[in-house]
């Protein structure tokens, strides 16, 4: 791929995630050809995190993916397994609604259609991570940590613990829910706070004659929270195993994994409240999955500060929610459109070599589409929150309908091209 051109902007990211990759990946791909951005990554850990769950692609975040360049990879190397629709179960009782995302003809959704995609966030970032090193113009740099950054009329410089100092026109905190960014920088007064629901998952490795009640993908919900059952990989010879409980604040700001006896006590909680099944499968899987790993989920507060003249603050560093089905395609769509915000700004001559009007431009079309998320996420804090008898037999009704009401917004959703919408700007 070509290089950094010499009138290209220097653009400096906190975040080595799949935020902060595609984010590069879009930056280069929606630049004018004769001003290539010189992009510099920098990721506080030592190697690019690969721990986590298997998170849902949806077809809009498949489309992104496959602008970027990193689909064709993630493909080629197997990754994910192919999801043509996902279950709705009661685990007392039967099936209750499905989603669907094979479209009219079975081929996906949108032209050309996408199905969607259950991969291990590992498998996702590495395909991102392989597109990365295609691009000369992008680098990452890991082990990391920014102690001050401060901003003037012209620049961005970060200061980093072993005494490296750098400078940019344009810093993107894509660093995360826990941002240094907006910690230190854009917004230090707006904390992030637990949510009072935690994800505790696993891997169970099973044998080709396991029966399971699912086809792809399943959403089981009980009185006392939600369990994801899933195939990550087109093998099938592991299920994915998700908890999302009520639980009191754990004490730690990231995810990790539980070990000896943390771990068994763990799967005790997970069986305490998902072991009264009906349907056969699902003691067995929570007793054969391994390397059970502990995420509790931080939120920010709905409304806050995404950007300075010279900072800007994307995906989960500008609005955490909890997850609602689509939260990484959304930080895709980010990623994309603020890239063609700023590309647009070029275009335009720098006007005032201010780009402060391509920030407000972004928040202008974004700020809408995100505040929407995040009430739907607020409804998914309340479903997988601990409820009686009652509570939990008004919530197999209400979810049914739930999903048909909102079906044409998500559809819509998956179908939209960002790449190509009119950004008004």
């Known amino acids: 791929m070509a290089p950094a051109s010499p009138e290209g902007l220097n653009i400096l990211i906190l975040g080595g995630g799949i935020a902060g990759l595609t984010t590069a990946l879009a930056l280069t791909k929606f630049a004018p050809k004769d001003q290539i951005p010189r992009i510099k990554i920098f990721e506080v850990r030592p190697i690019p995190a690969t721990i986590g769950g298997a998170v849902n692609l949806t077809p809009n975040a498949l489309r992104l993916l496959d602008h970027l360049g990193a689909l064709p990879i993630i493909r080629e190397r197997d990754y994910g397994h192919t999801i043509d629709f996902l279950e709705v179960f009661d685990i007392y009782s039967t099936r209750l609604a499905t989603s669907d995302f094979s479209g009219p003809e079975g081929k996906g959704v949108g032209n050309p259609p996408y199905k969607a995609l259950r991969i291990t966030r590992g498998d996702a970032l590495k395909g991102v991570l392989s597109t990365l090193e295609q691009h000369e113009n992008i680098t990452l740099t ?91 990989n087109s093998a099938k010879d592991s299920v994915y195993i998700g908890a999302v409980m009520q639980v009191p604040d754990i004490g730690s700001r990231d995810g990790w994994k539980a070990k ?47 950007a300075t003249d010279r900072v800007m603050l994307l995906g989960d560093a500008a609005h955490a929610m909890p997850p609602q089905g689509e939260s990484t395609g959304i930080v895709f769509e980010d990623t994309v459109l603020f890239s063609r915000c700023l590309t647009r700004w070029i275009e335009k001559g720098k006007p005032g070599n201010n780009m ?70």
């Open 142 to 232: 890991c082990g990391k940590k920014t102690i001050d950054m401060n901003e003037s009329a012209d620049k961005v410089t970060l200061t980093f613990e072993d005494g490296e100092v750098v400078s940019g026109d344009l810093l993107m905190g894509c660093d995360g829910i826990h941002s240094v960014t907006r910690n230190k920088h854009v917004e230090p007064e707006r904390k992030e706070t637990y949510s009072g629901v935690a994800n505790a998952f696993g891997f169970a490795p099973i044998e080709k004659d396991f029966a399971v009640h699912f086809d792809c993908t399943a959403i089981n919900f009980a009185r006392r929270g939600m369990l994801l059952t899933s195939y990550h």
């Open 260 to 306: 000896g006896a943390e771990a068994e006590k763990t799967r005790e909680e997970i069986l305490s409240r998902f072991g009264d099944s009906n349907i056969p499968c699902i003691v067995p899987l929570i007793k054969k999955a391994e390397d059970f790993f502990l995420w509790p989920i931080f939120t920010l507060s709905k409304h806050g500060k995404w």
């Open 356 to 425: 402060k009007e391509a920030f407000d431009a972004y928040e202008k079309l974004r700020r809408g589409r995100i505040e929407a998320a995040f009430e739907e996420s607020k409804d998914v804090v309340r479903t997988v929150s601990d409820a009686g008898w009652l509570g939990h037999k008004i919530k197999t009704y209400v979810i049914p309908w739930f999903l048909w009401f909102t079906s044409g917004t998500r559809q819509k959703h998956f179908i939209e091209d960002v790449t190509t919408v009119d950004i008004g700007y």
